[in-house]
């Protein structure tokens, strides 16, 4: 077994892979190497061999807890998978299993804890989801971003570390992100943003209250892949983008106020940054509401304004971001004095207080 050797899995969304990006640059620092294995097709595939990452993918099946026809095969998918990932990690001989949840990483799990490889798995949401719930049989400690989540988390394997936050976020430029959106005013920078794959509901509701918005504010939106209006193009103050990387940072750094959905790295990220923010969370009809969870406790902290999709319109909408203004100092000084920090150093703690065990 390498005693430096890393493997690490989730898949399914960027919200599965980013919080593993954020932990990446650390464990390099401290002489860990690290490989991946996904999904032949998911979104992280892409993710990670964009970082150079050894990269193994195996046959995965989605555990759905509604009927669907894919029921009868995706098990055998799933077993296909456990194999598969019993065969890499012990070829690979990692010192630990890092898992972040979606449905790839149930096989790597097991497959892991058939090699005797200590895991350790993260889970973002307050409830823990299905992938997780399976996974934490075989995992030594399950780290969580929200102090509700404990209590949802058996056999004392919880510990509450917080969302690890990717470094370079940190490091935007307010200048730059004005300059790439080129505003020719002074006005205070609205971002929306509604999660890797756009929201439509969000952008509609925006793109209706444009006229009302713009006489106050510049928009920053990133509406999604496939989601933008060509009619928009050259309104003045307002700049779309289906979907951004390296100018994540410095579109955050030069915003006032967010629009976003609730996704707990997203919503970690803001508390970082300290953004006053208006959370419109995923409705129960399209998730297991994990994100209006996370929404209401954001809430309840004070870090949050909270529209639930249903009741989105334009007017509730240009209420709550007057409301946001007028509260900003509020919400900035609680977001401050929050005990919720970066848990990028608290997750790697975890990590080898497990390797010093095995």
């Known amino acids: 077994m390498s005693h430096k050797k ?37 979104i992280e595939r892409k993710i990670i061999q964009e970082e150079n990452i050894p990269y193994y993918s195996i ?53 892991a804890y ?40 058996k056999d004392n394997k919880g510990v509450l ?8 976020l940190l490091q935007g430029s307010r200048l730059e992100g004005i300059r790439l959106c080129n505003f020719k005013s002074e006005k205070p920078i ?16 925006i793109r209706n209250s444009l006229k009302e918005l713009l006489k106050n504010y510049n928009i920053i939106h990133i509406c999604g892949n496939g989601n933008l209006d060509n009619k928009l193009t050259n309104v003045d103050g307002y700049r779309q983008f289906e979907y951004v990387k390296y100018e994540l940072k410095h579109f955050l750094a030069a915003s006032d106020y967010v629009i976003s959905r609730a996704g707990a790295n997203t919503i970690f990220e803001l508390l970082a940054l300290k953004k006053p923010n208006i959370l419109i969370p995923l409705s129960a009809k399209a998730s297991r509401g994990d994100q209006i969870l996370n929404a209401n ?8 304004i ?5 009741d989105l319109n334009t ?10 203004e007028k509260n900003k100092e509020i919400f900035v000084r609680t977001m401050k004095n929050s005990s919720l920090k970066n848990g990028t150093d608290a997750i790697i703690k975890v990590i080898e207080s497990c390797l010093n065990e095995a």
């Open 6 to 42: 890393i493997i690490m899995t989730g898949g399914g969304s960027a919200g599965h892979v980013t919080p593993n990006l954020a932990l990446i640059p650390k464990l390099k620092e401290k002489g860990y190497q690290i490989e991946y294995i996904g999904s032949e097709n998911g």
């Open 59 to 111: 046959s995965t099946g989605k555990l759905r807890r509604y009927f669907d026809l894919k029921n009868f095969t995706d098990p055998f998918k799933v077993v296909k998978g456990i194999l598969e990932a019993k065969k890499i990690i012990k070829k690979v001989k990692p010192c630990l299993v890092f898992s972040k949840g979606g449905f790839v990483s149930v096989p790597v799990v097991i497959g």
């Open 315 to 324: 007017e509730i909408l240009l209420e709550e971001i007057k409301h946001l």
């Open 161 to 168: 570390t917080g969302t690890p936050i990717r470094y370079e």
């Open 297 to 304: 406790s954001f809430k309840k902290n004070g870090f949050s």
């Open 114 to 153: 058939l090699n005797g490889v200590p895991v350790v798995a993260h889970e973002s949401d307050i409830t823990p989801g299905l992938a997780n719930k399976i996974s934490s049989k075989y995992s030594k400690k399950i780290c969580v971003t929200f102090p509700e989540t404990l209590e949802h988390i």
């Open 306 to 310: 909270v529209i639930q999709e249903d």
């Open 190 to 205: 609205i971002m929306v943003i509604g999660g890797s794959l756009g929201s439509a509901i969000i952008n509609e509701t």
